[in-house]
């Protein structure tokens, strides 16, 4: 197996010949090379012997060149790293034009995430973004450890659906074409209705109602895959992308969906907290630094490490949509003693402004609300006794807001017709749907985590469009 860095820098230094490849971070002195290969936040550095190196070779040794160096791992003789390799040569596997490189985000200086976005295919080789990414998939492979362990099975849903699971009608339209011979109507248009599915499709918002009937054979089950919504919010937490984690499973009510939500999420935060040490230490410093140019106030009430330790080892705050409208009434959230929307009633949806207001300035900690009015959520969820809630929950995370959406379902034939009749939600469309109800139906329970605002979450970055490779946002998929 090829040793990368991450590796090498752990190695005992016994003078052994290494070959490494990666891109040039920075030359200083004609001498020292800061070499990275993705690997790892930390750079090798890789000493070279300039006198005995053909001059025109060491001006080919610039930031972004891509190159392999052979030589011997040693103990390091500066300070600043523990290591570095004493080079007995050095090629060029891919040039980096600097005048070129002045153009771009490579260029060693503090760039804006802004600035960043508009070259997302070079922001990957930044400090920053190596260290999302590295997390990102750390994460990735939590979630799936945290459910295999548990006894979950992973199953793909539909990413072409024909149907709405959460009946919002924000959906992207899959116009599939046999572009030779097109399905035409009468008067001659291409007929995207009749077209390769037989009828209208659409991007999947969901995979929560086939993960049901999975769940319904499976027992327990999870998803992890992309979702689409077609909503126009141009936001710091919204995506027209984004990947959901699905988890459904049989017989669980509503108490043991939230046990569920908060054990898997105290899993994955320790997970990264015990395997992503160094990128948490480089993001960690970098809002520090941050945080210098702000004002007081506006500054993190906690490191980023502690605040995920204080994630993973405390309480999430269960409350009822009730009592928080009663909170939310009887408090004074600014100087200006108001919301931008003052709750006036029970039976209005929570804006941003008051899950922040709930999660950052009264409780202080991760909250979960449950039991929301029947007419303000998706048609699936399990009517209560008192005929107006519904067995919902949210989970809501300081600095972000929503993360978690889920609810125990619908299982009673007859009270979930009786909704989609009044919702207007065909029954043909869904046929499949109610057959689970029809033959060994159960209580049953899931949610959706919407993936990237957990990994805003854990890295602490503050735009959805930072955690993701290629964000998918109104008016933009340039790359
Ligand atoms: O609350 P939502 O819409 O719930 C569902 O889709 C359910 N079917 C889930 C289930 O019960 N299986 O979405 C779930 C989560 C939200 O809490 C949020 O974290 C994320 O998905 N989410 C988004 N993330 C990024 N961009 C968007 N546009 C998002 N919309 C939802
Ligand atoms: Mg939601």
Known sequence: MKKTIVHILKEEPKGHEITVRGWVRSFRANRFIALNDGSTINNLQCVVDFENTDSALLKRITVGAAIAVSGNLIESQGGGQSVEVDVKDVKILGDADP?????????????????????????????????????????????????????????????????????????????????????????????????????ETNLTVSGQLEAETYALGLGQVYTFGPTFRAENSNTSRHLAEFWMIEPEVAFNDLDMNMDLAEDFIKYVVKYVLDNCQ????????????EDKSKPEADRAPMALRDKLRFVADNHFKRVSYTEAIDILKNSKPNKKKQFKYPIEEWGADLQSEHERFLVEKHFKCPVILFDYPANIKAFYMRLNEDGKTVRAMDILFPGIGEIVGGSQREERLDVLQEKMAVLDISEEELWWYLDTRRFGTCIHSGFGLGFERLVLFATGMTNIRDVIPYPRFPQNAEF
């Open 99 to 199: 005048e070129e490189v002045k153009m771009t985000i490579l260029q060693p200086k503090r760039h804006s995430l802004e600035k960043l976005r508009e070259q997302a295919h070079l922001r990957v080789r930044t400090n920053t973004f190596g260290a999302v990414m590295r997390l990102r998939s750390k994460l990735s492979f939590a979630v799936h450890e945290y459910f295999q362990k548990e006894g979950f099975y992973y199953v793909n849903t539909p990413i072409i659906t024909g149907s709405d699971a959460e009946g919002a009608g924000e959906m992207f339209k899959v116009t599939a074409q046999d572009l030779k011979n097109p399905a035409k109507d009468k008067e001659g248009n291409i007929d995207y209705k009749k077209d390769f599915f037989g009828k």
């Open 278 to 289: 160094d990128d948490l230490e480089f993001l960690e410093g970098r809002l520090i630094q």
